[in-house]
């Protein structure tokens, strides 16, 4: 009897999984760069942040001063309200990202697992010419739908996630730290009996530290950020050139004084998008302040130019 192409078809599918599995960075990236600019954002929206020193020095000697602080305080909760929402939904995204990748490796392998005991049956039936027939009737040649069952895979995961409410997920969390938010309690997971309680948070006063140039400094090269990339295990960033040299040699230990990250590898960082704006960002301040600086040289030199020709053209009566 006629039998369809299936290992082809399984075959075909395999490898569709392989090249999307490939591209998980890809998928997460545009997310990456929406958390990197909201976690700046946090800083600068944050308790004595450069927004609100910002909003607050402009009307400082106004006889309106007290309505303007009122007005301003209302707008930053406004906008931090906003950024946490718009952080809790990159953390949904980000578990959809999770479930889907998921889904589909496993969808990936129990289809090798199947074509791989299929291969078994068809050998040992070539032993056995006298049962072939049957065991080919047994052969299940229908064309499999791999799209149902992506979907069928992803229910599942999705039921036997944690029940963990996404403002307990990492990323909601540093954003509330970075706002000037920090829980002195541990929130109540969503379904708990306690989950009516009031969260009790604790306000951490946010002095907005000066930048320092060695903050932007790679520990391995010494110079400025290029190409960055933080290390999912210690958490330090490195340029991906010097990270490059640094695994040449027979030293895997982290650059970074104090660190106990001794295997350091490739699989453990990815690409910093936060680094990479914070980068930009000093280098336009050093623009700004030499831009400034030279501004002032020359108001500086242009005045003594008119000192020096007007005590020129003075006459000494004595």
């Known amino acids: 009897m006629p039998r369809r192409n299936v290992h082809g078809t399984s075959d075909a599918a395999v490898h569709a999984a392989d090249r999307y599995l490939a591209k998980e960075s890809e998928y997460r990236s545009g997310i990456r760069q929406i958390q990197a600019s909201a976690a700046l954002l946090a800083e600068r929206l944050a308790l004595k942040g450069d927004i609100e020193s910002a909003l ?5 000697d106004s006889d309106e001063f007290e309505t303007h602080c009122q007005e301003a305080e209302s707008f ?13 939904g990159n953390v949904m995204k980000m578990r959809e990202i999770d479930r889907i990748v998921k889904a589909v490796g496993d969808v990936r392998d129990e289809v090798q697992q199947k074509d791989f005991e299929e291969q078994q049956r068809s050998r040992e039936s070539a032993q056995d010419s006298s049962g072939q027939d049957e065991i080919i009737e047994d052969i299940d040649t229908s064309l499999p739908d791999y799209e149902t069952s992506i979907m069928l895979k992803i229910e599942q995961i999705q039921e036997q996630e944690e029940d963990i409410d996404v403002q307990d997920e990492d990323f909601a969390i540093e954003i509330r730290n970075r706002l000037g938010e920090k829980e ?4 109540k997971k969503r379904g708990s009996a306690a989950a009516d309680d009031e969260e009790e948070l604790e306000i951490v006063r946010n002095h907005g530290a000066q930048e320092q140039e060695s903050m932007f400094k790679c520990p391995i090269t010494g110079r400025l950020f290029e190409n960055p990339v933080k290390n999912s295990v210690c958490g330090h960033v490195y340029s991906a050139q010097g990270l490059k ?6 030293n895997h230990q982290c650059p970074v004084a104090g660190c106990t990250n001794n295997k350091l590898t490739k699989d453990q960082v990815e690409d910093d998008p936060e680094t990479v704006m914070k980068v930009r960002r000093y280098q336009r301040r050093l623009e700004q302040e030499k831009a400034q600086l030279s501004q002032f040289e020359e108001e500086e030199l242009g005045e003594a130019d008119e000192e020096g020709a007007v005590t020129g053209r003075m006459t000494v009566i004595e």
């Open 76 to 88: 930053l909760n406004e906008q931090r309200r906003r950024l946490k929402t718009l952080s809790e």
């Open 245 to 250: 040299h640094l695994l040449k040699s027979k």
């Open 56 to 60: 607050l020095q402009h009307k400082k």
């Open 184 to 187: 002195s309690k541990k929130r």
